[in-house]
């Protein structure tokens, strides 16, 4: 596995485990699929970095969980960073850890948590790529220019975006709409957040008007696997999050000057442009369906580090 900005570090297999660990492994799986809000990718990259750590300690000798002190944690954490992991890979591992040895306690497996005195390396919080205002409207043209050919796609796509932009809700969270949680004459749309979170979004005329025109020619695309997905493929089937981030590096790789982007640099410059507007930032994290508020302000940032830059520019004496 490897994080952002890291050196590929490849995952220990488990094969020379003790049965006894395979056991409590199978049940960590079983406790992670059955807890609620927990996401298949989630509980995937946990199940990953616990079978790093258990063979990293078999390695190191120490076969039984009991005997899974906290220096035992550090030398994996640091074993990992002299062979180049990235921070947040780091970080990821250790949150990991912690809640697995947490676990295991509550379960009886071991008698403490040594994990309690853990301390990772904090992520590095590098701020995202945004498009600017001038970008995102001309991205929105191009999307309402192509879109005139009446093509089912074509009308799905101007309505993906402008409800991407319109919202900053992710990716995942667009796929999953059906039909009926968009409300045309209120302009909201619910969303099922992490942790199963329902949360209503609002938007604007113009995604208003780009979705009754993707629904009044929806029809022609609807076929045996549509259900009442919002927005299907060309094959009638609901549409996937890789359909959605080729869209949006496709339509901005005709835009010159706009950053390569996905759907989440959408999210970014949605939350970045309600700020420079004027937006409150609890609004701003309401809309984002954030937790903390400390994960929305990662977007003042953004707009001060916009500011500093326009200023450096435009300023005789900056």
């Known amino acids: 596995m490897s994080g952002s900005g890291g050196v590929e570090v490849a995952p220990a297999a488990p094969d020379q485990r003790p049965p006894a660990l395979d056991a409590v492994m199978e049940e960590f799986a079983r406790h992670l699929r059955s807890e609620r809000g927990r996401s298949e990718h989630t509980s995937r990259a946990y199940l990953s970095d616990i079978n790093h750590l258990l063979a990293f300690t078999v390695a190191q000798g120490v076969d039984d969980l009991r005997d899974v002190r906290l220096a035992d944690l550090r030398s994996w954490l640091g074993d990992q960073a002299d062979k180049g992991a990235a921070r947040s890979t780091i970080a990821r591992r250790a949150a990991a850890a912690r809640t697995f040895l947490k676990w295991a306690q509550r379960s009886g497996h071991i008698d403490a948590d040594p994990s309690l005195r853990l301390v990772a390396p904090r992520r590095n919080r590098t701020l995202p790529d945004v498009l600017k205002q001038r970008e995102a409207s001309a991205m929105l043209d191009l999307a309402a220019v192509r879109a005139d050919d009446a093509d089912p796609v074509h009308v799905r796509d101007r309505a993906v975006l402008e409800l991407l932009y319109a919202t900053g809700i992710r990716v995942g ?21 992490k942790g199963a979170k329902e949360r209503m979004v609002p938007f604007g005329i113009p995604a208003a008007k780009a979705l009754e025109d993707w629904l009044a020619i929806r029809a022609r695309l609807v076929g045996p696997r549509s259900g009442p997905a919002l927005f299907l493929g060309r094959r009638g089937a609901r549409v996937d999050p890789r359909q959605v981030r080729s869209l949006v590096h496709e339509v901005l790789s005709h835009l010159p000057d706009a950053p390569d982007l996905g759907p989440h640099g959408l999210r970014h410059s949605a939350a ?22 400390a994960t929305t302000q990662i977007y003042t940032h953004v707009s001060v580090d916009r500011l500093r830059k326009s200023y450096q520019q435009a300023h005789p004496r900056a």
């Open 173 to 193: 969270e667009l796929v999953s709409t059906d039909i009926d949680d968009v409300d045309l004459r209120e302009r909201t749309v619910r969303v099922m957040g």
């Open 272 to 293: 970045t442009h309600l700020l420079e507007g004027g937006a409150d930032l609890r609004m701003v994290q309401e809309v984002l369906g954030h937790a903390s508020l």
